[in-house]
C-alpha cells in the first residue's frame, strides 16, 4: 500500500488582479488524496471550488493570478516548481482533467478522434496507426456507439453526453495518476448525468485513479465520494469523510447546502 499521498495541497491561496489590486479567490485550502480515493469538492458558484482545481493543474494565466501556497504535491513531486516543461509532460499523464463544459472543450474544426489522438501522441513515442487503434478502445471504452463513425464525426454531430464522453476518453488515455472532473454532468440531462457518473466510478476502479470531483450538488457527491471538502467564499468551511459530514454537517454552511 502506497503511504505518499497522492496530491497533497497546503495552505493555498489565489488571487487574481483586478483594478483596486488582488481579489482572493482561495483562502488557505489543505487537502490531500490517496492513490484510488475520491474527493468531492462542494459549494456554490463562485466559492473557489473551479480556481482551485486549476491552481493544481498550474492553468492560471500567470500575468492575471497568484498562486501561493506552502505545497503543492502530486505523487510527492512539487508542482510549485516544476518548470513549463515538466509541468507539459505531467498534464494528460499524470494528472488530466475533465472541465465543465463540452460544447465550448473540443475544437469544432477538427474530429473528435483526431483530437484525442493527438493528446495521446503529445506524451507518448508511438505511431498514429497504433494510437488510432487506442483511441478507438477508449471510445469503446466510454461506451461511445460507432466509435469509427465517432473518431471521424466532428463535435458539432454528437449530442452533448457523447461529447463528453469523448472528453472522458482523452482525459483518461495516458492513464493519469489523478483525474479532477470540475462538473463534468452540468450540461447536461438527468440520464445522461447518471450514465457519466457510473462511467467515471467504473473507470476509476479500472485504472486505479486518484479522482477530484467537483459539484454544487451534495446528493452527487454522496454515492460517488470517500471525502469531501465544502467551499464557501473561498475557505473551505468543512471536510472530513463523505458519510461523517453528511450525516452529521457541523458548519451552518454544510447544514444549508443539505436543507
Not at 81 to 90: D, I, M, N, Y
Not at 136 to 147: I, Q, R, T
Not at 196 to 223: C, P, R
Request: net charge neutral; aromatic share 4%; charged share 20%.
Amino acid at each position: 500500500m502506497n503511504k505518499t499521498p497522492l496530491l497533497a495541497v497546503k495552505n493555498l491561496h489565489v488571487s487574481f488582479r483586478n483594478e483596486e489590486g488582488w481579489l482572493h479567490a482561495v483562502q488557505d485550502a489543505s487537502f490531500s488524496l490517496a492513490h484510488g480515493q475520491t474527493l468531492g469538492i462542494v459549494g456554490e458558484s463562485g466559492s473557489g471550488k473551479s480556481v482551485t482545481s486549476l491552481a493544481i493543474m498550474q492553468l492560471l494565466a500567470k500575468n492575471q493570478s497568484r498562486v501561493e501556497a506552502t505545497n503543492i504535491e502530486l505523487e510527492g513531486q512539487s508542482l510549485l516548481h516544476c518548470s513549463g516543461e515538466k509541468l507539459r509532460q505531467l498534464r494528460g499523464n499524470r494528472m488530466a482533467m475533465i472541465f465543465q463544459e463540452p460544447m465550448s472543450s473540443l475544437n469544432p474544426v477538427f474530429r473528435c478522434g483526431m483530437q484525442v489522438e493527438e493528446a495521446i501522441l503529445a506524451h507518448e513515442k508511438i505511431s498514429r496507426k497504433m494510437a488510432k487503434k487506442r483511441v478507438l478502445a477508449l471510445f469503446e471504452k466510454v461506451k461511445l456507439p460507432h466509435p469509427e463513425n465517432m473518431y471521424h464525426a466532428y463535435p458539432h454531430q454528437l449530442s452533448g453526453g457523447q461529447k463528453q464522453r469523448v472528453m472522458i476518453a482523452m482525459a483518461i488515455s495516458c492513464n493519469p495518476a489523478l483525474l479532477i472532473a470540475d462538473e463534468p454532468t452540468t450540461a447536461l440531462d438527468v440520464t445522461v448525468q447518471q450514465n457519466i457518473l457510473e462511467l467515471l466510478q467504473e473507470l476509476q476502479q479500472q485504472y486505479g485513479m486518484g479522482m477530484i470531483f467537483i459539484t454544487h450538488d451534495l446528493a452527487v457527491i454522496n454515492g460517488l465520494a470517500d471525502k469531501v471538502a465544502v467551499m464557501q467564499k473561498g475557505k473551505i468551511v468543512e471536510q472530513g469523510p463523505v458519510k461523517e459530514v453528511l450525516q452529521n454537517p457541523q458548519h451552518p454552511y454544510t447544514q444549508g447546502l443539505l436543507a
